[in-house]
């Protein structure tokens, strides 16, 4: 809980502003100035019924049921001895409790908290614009019941996002009628015995509240406002995670230069390559001469000399390449020394590293349209009819009352398409970077698995893969858009709807499946790093001795002494040690080695197979709180 209070007008609720009152339970305060234009709509209104004039889901039915104008009495009234269903209040106010009532029939388990705290304050807000008709009294006690930690039990399935989402705004508003179901200091109870306890009554509707409170995008909102917040830190850490795979790698850093981006200026891209040079910044892993990257060979009782080296996990190998083999390649040879150890000579990096920028960036500009939709969706008007009561030059109720197409949700419905079709592009991509770490086949020298595996008893990180490849398969699966299938309601009266709702709770519910995927990244990389580091490490250590013999013990390939190019290869050798005790030591850059730290701290380095559950659940722990 926190002592911040959010002021709301109708037209300044930001993101950042709607996460303090849904997550931090910030307090919300309604605005003086706005308020003087809701009581100002709300008495128009009264006007306009007490003059008879016909308005919809005022004195008409809603819907299918719109050619249906309220009489003046209940029709029963007129049989003889009376009406035997006797019940509270006029028909205009019977009208707006049963549109509560009837739409409240959403089914599954119930939203999080901190999504039913975000709808109920994107529909105060909006009802502070003044266009929807409700009376300040019914927006004070709506303001109440989020202040006091009334929270509406609100099932996740039933709306169709339009007329937006009717159901389960129902859910939010029969409990401020004394109905439902609501949590109340952590305890689900009736709606009338949460209010009660939180020392609040419950409220009849007037004139129109019953459509204002329930129609409207603000569940839809609510799922993609805070699925945006968690994707936004999602995609930082992706991005982490990769220059983290690079760091094992000891990749290339020439993809991510400042002027490549230039030339392809998406804005996504070229804040993700500008990111990726932060993160590697201080790296002496990136963009080392292929030579003295060793490969992995498994270790032995006779493979180190120095104590220090024996307690290793892993031997070190390089090739030499034969002068005879060096044929049409003299140009490169004599830049590197003829060594193949863990690097292919090769001067690019997989798709999965060299093309971070393109698909990372792509996934954040498709999170900048949805940034823009919600924006605009938090401080606009949903519900219908609107009410114009200061318009100029009206001749006609119609000139003041307009029947329009706000609560459509198409806008957020295709933005979250967009959004969900990134989702599994961007755990993809992660899942991808796993893969390659593990194979030994593309891994450029790490061990297989990224297990040392002496006795052929460790299966390492295999099955890490085959987890992160389920998550991807079902992030996919779930990732077709809900926003092309419009199921007409209604009657066919509504004949086209978004499907929005749906398409947000999708949204918000695929981030905890990407960050699980980034998680099992993270936990990859860290280990292939801590090898990759190790070993270069230990070949610097081993070259800093200063026996080249030592070192040439380690080179397939070496001719044996009086072969007619075994003082060539002496020289090499010599050129090899030098070159790796004059390195500086290796290490990641400043940024991936905190994050690196911070991993280490939860979960420790696998020399030998060990149950992983633990640290698997450690490490989604830690991914969900941030590493940067």
Not at 42 to 52: E, I, N, S, T
Not at 325 to 345: N, Q, V
């Amino acid at each position: 809980m926190t002592s911040k209070k959010v002021l709301l007008d109708g037209y300044g609720l930001s993101r950042a502003g709607l996460l303090a009152i849904a997550r931090d339970g910030a307090q919300v305060a309604l605005d003086a100035a706005a308020l003087q234009r809701v009581r100002r709509t709300a008495d128009f209104l009264a006007d306009k019924v007490r003059c008879g004039e016909p308005i919809y889901g005022v004195t008409t039915g809603f819907g299918s049921n719109a050619d249906k104008l309220l009489g003046a009495h209940r029709a029963r009234d007129e049989l003889p001895g009376g009406n035997p269903e006797t019940r509270e209040g006029s028909l205009l106010e019977e009208l707006q409790h049963n549109l509560i009532v009837t739409h409240a029939v959403c089914v599954g388990e119930p939203f999080a908290p901190d999504v039913v705290r975000a709808m109920l304050a994107i529909r105060i807000n909006t009802l502070m614009r003044g266009h929807s008709g409700v009376r300040v009294q019914t927006l004070e006690a709506l303001t109440a019941m989020l202040n006091r930690g009334v929270v509406p039990v609100v099932p996740q399935l039933g709306s169709v996002g339009a007329s937006g989402d009717l159901a389960p705004l129902s859910h939010l508003a029969i409990v401020l009628l004394g109905g439902g179901e609501a949590f109340f200091a952590g305890e689900r109870l009736p709606g009338a015995e949460a209010l009660r306890r939180a020392g609040l009554e419950p409220v009849r509707l007037s004139y129109k509240e019953g459509l204002a409170l329930n129609n409207g995008t603000a569940q839809m909102l609510a799922c993609a406002a805070l699925a945006l917040d968690r994707l936004q830190q999602q995609v930082e850490l992706a991005d982490l995670a990769a220059a983290m795979t690079l760091e094992a790698f000891a990749g290339r850093s020439g993809a991510f230069r400042e002027d490549v981006h230039a030339l392809r200026p998406h804005p996504g891209q070229v804040e993700t390559a500008a990111h990726l040079r932060e993160l590697l910044a201080g790296s002496t892993l990136i963009d080392i001469p292929y030579h003295l990257v060793p490969h992995f060979a498994t270790w032995t009782a006779q493979a180190w000399r120095e104590p220090e080296d024996q307690a290793l996990h892993f031997d070190l190998s390089w090739d030499w390449v034969p002068v005879q083999r060096r044929h049409g390649r003299e140009a490169f040879y004599t830049r590197f020394l003829p060594f193949r150890g863990g690097k292919k000579h090769q001067p690019q990096d997989a798709y999965s590293l060299r093309c971070i920028p393109q698909v990372h960036g792509a996934v954040r500009d498709a999170l900048a349209q949805a940034a823009r939709v919600i924006e605009i969706e938090l401080n606009a008007v949903t519900d219908n009819p609107l009410l114009f009561p200061d318009v100029e030059g009206a001749q006609v109720i119609e000139d003041q009352v307009v029947s329009a197409g706000h609560f459509h949700g198409m806008p957020l419905a295709l933005a979250m398409s967009y959004v969900k079709a990134a989702i599994p592009v961007l755990a993809s991509i992660s899942e991808r970077r796993i893969a390659k770490l593990v194979d030994p086949a593309t891994n450029d020298g790490l061990p297989a698995f990224l297990t040392g595996n002496e006795d052929a008893t460790d299966s390492g990180f295999m099955i890490v893969q085959y987890t992160a490849a389920a998550l991807v398969n079902d992030l996919a699966s779930r990732a077709h858009p809900a926003s092309v299938y419009s199921i007409p309601t209604s009657a066919n009266a509504e004949d086209h709807v978004s499907m929005g709702a749906n398409e947000a709770r999708h949204v918000l519910a695929m981030c905890e499946q990407l960050g699980q995927v980034l998680a099992l990244e993270l936990y990859t990389a860290a280990q292939a790093l801590d090898y990759r580091r190790d070993m270069l490490n230990a070949a610097r250590r081993l070259a800093r001795h200063g026996d080249w013999r030592a070192l040439a013990a380690k080179i397939g390939g070496a001719p044996e002494p009086g072969h007619p190019q075994h003082a060539q290869f002496e020289q090499e050798a010599r050129a090899l040690m030098q070159a790796l005790a004059g390195a500086p030591e290796f290490r990641p850059g400043a940024a991936v080695a905190r994050a690196l730290e911070a991993i280490r701290r939860e979960v420790a380095f696998m020399p030998r197979d060990r149950a992983m559950d633990g640290d698997i659940a450690r490490m989604v722990a830690l991914a969900g709180r941030g590493l940067g």
